[in-house]
């Protein structure tokens, strides 16, 4: 069977790469499924910078204005991305599996409003909310690592350098060069003058 | 769903990706999709599994053990959730439950060291025919118009009162009362919903 120019050749899934997500010629892409929820409609959707990378279990749940970058270098290795405004990904930024990247709630917080939603939603193909709910964006600095199973909340950003522990969840900004862990997450300490050693400021 | 023509309000229930099992119920227009729903689905009671309609089940796992019994009320909407039963997990109608969230009404294994190795013994390759030790089982009950978030996690006997919001990433030991917000691990009431 032949495939089309958007279709991965060592795909599985019988999908597309839509044709506002802009690929670098040496990023990565492990499949297509990442895409079966992405729904934007702004050029340049999803932006995949040079060496850039996103392997299964990534997911890009994308709503109609969201838009995602991911820098220089920056590794998804599995990440639930639900993005309405914009989520910014930098250079060298280390995603793990199983973590959310969510700058909005997608739902009404109050009742009323979520059953009108759910209501419409089975009416739809994608069966996906379009209620107008309040989007923040999330800022993942350059040299950011994310452990796994790591929510990341909306309106988040997260400074350069620093280390979020496993299973957090960060519902407030995180300085660069800072260690922070735990659910709701705090900071555990800033990066030594030891660790910080040979970064080039 | 995607993979499938567009539902009409007036379809009745289905599993998209193979056969449902004879005791498993699905209302009007109401969507089950993932290969592995039912990999795990051990109960052969009459209506060990009912769902009402409308809903939307998006590669959740329906993991029932042999005594299991599950109720699942309308318009609810869950997404790769992870729900393991062994007695009854019973949740109303409108519920959202996020991507990757477990709930569990059982520990599956006992607490005491010795019952442990005995239980271990009996779920092992050599362990044939041999009793499983008791393990405490306890109902979840999520009640109407419960939102829970992402990577969630719901433990044995709670119940999560109504319009309640269980934030992304918690976990859930002990009942949350109606309309409250939780957060944390493990969960602490924040606020109330407005």
Known sequence: MSRSARQLPWDWYEGEIPKNVAVDSTAYIETSYSFRFFRSEVPGGVEYGRGASTYLGTMFDVGPRG???LGDYA???GARI????EILIGNHALISWNVVLMDTYRLPANSAGRRHELELMPQR???IAAADVPARPIHIGPNVWIGFETCVLPGVTIGEGSVIGARSVVTTNVPPFTIAAGNPARIVRPLTAEEMKSHAA | MNRDKQSEPSQPGRWVDGTLPPNVRLGQNTIITGDLAFKRFHCHEPDALCIGAHCTMDGVHFDLGEAGRMIIGDYCYFTNAVLLCELEICIGNYVVIGWNTTVADSDFHPIAPAERIADAVACSPLGKGRPRPPVVKQAVIIEDDVWIGPNATILKGVRIGTGA???PGSLITRDVPPRARVMGNPA??????A
Do not use: S
């Open chain 2, 165 to 167: 919001l269980v934030e």
């Open chain 1, 82 to 85: 639900i993005c309405d405004n």
């Open chain 2, 188 to 193: 602490e009431i924040i606020g109330e919903v």
């Open chain 1, 75 to 77: 590794l998804v290795h």
């Open chain 1, 67 to 69: 838009r995602v970058k």
């Open chain 1, 125 to 127: 193909e994608l069966r």
